[in-house]
């Protein structure tokens, strides 16, 4: 009788055992792949901030690139003598010619 419970115990203490040192293995992984799932997360978040500034970056230069080759870097203007001027502005193409109209 004592053999069999002897016996019994073994198989019980190594099965509570057994199972214990599984379960916080696995528990173990679970947060190391939590961990892992939050710092890819965090790196796919810095990757999507970069991107977003260089393509602000390049839309900025883009849109200054296009102005510039749209808008004339002068402007004509109706002098008050008749004449008409070019210059940077109105006021200045018409400087020695009396003003604007």
Known sequence: MSR?????????CALTFGLGGAAFAQEHEVKKAGEAAADAG?????AAEHAGK???????KAAKAT??????????????????????TKTTACAGHGGVQ
Do not use: E, M, N
């Open 42 to 46: 965090k790196d796919a978040g810095k």
């Open 4 to 12: 069999r419970f002897l016996s019994h115990t073994i198989v019980a």
């Open 67 to 88: 102005k510039k080759a749209v808008t004339p870097d002068t402007t004509t203007a109706a002098c008050k003598d008749g004449t008409v001027q070019q210059g940077k």
């Open 54 to 60: 260089a393509v602000a970056k390049g839309t900025k």
